[in-house]
């Protein structure tokens, strides 16, 4: 049974920075594209970042640019989003995705077939 298991939200001030780890059990994910998204209330969910199998290519939305970096730990088939700089807008749950059908990223959420429960990151002004 596949499972995506995410930590380390939380709650943090303007300002401050969080690390989200996420987890992968069931299968190995070293050649797929894995990603984070946020839905924050009342909003629809949207693609904050992902990155390529091998770790060589990367996506951010535009407002997380220079703020949130996307790794990724195949050997411990990890993914990490660091968030720095986090602004009120952050406030969202974010979750892990797994796009296990391709090589390359790709943006809708209905293409990533394996999805964590979320975890909740609040940005207190």
């Known amino acids: 049974q596949v499972q995506l298991v995410e930590s380390g939200g939380g709650l943090v001030q303007a300002g401050g920075s969080l690390r989200l780890s996420c987890a992968a059990s069931g299968r190995t994910f070293s050649s797929t594209v894995m990603g984070w998204f946020r839905q924050a209330p009342g909003k629809e969910r949207e693609l904050v970042a992902a990155?390529?199998?091998?770790?060589?290519?990367?996506y951010y939305t535009d407002s997380v640019k220079d703020r949130f970096t996307i790794t990724r730990d195949n050997a411990k088939n990890t993914v990490y989003l660091q968030m720095n700089t986090l602004k009120p807008e952050d406030t969202a749950v974010y979750f892990c995705a797994v796009d296990s059908l391709s090589s390359w990223i790709r943006f809708r959420q209905d293409q990533y077939d394996y999805w964590g429960q979320g975890t909740q990151v609040t940005v207190s002004s």
């Open positions: 990155i390529s199998s091998s770790g060589s290519s990367t």
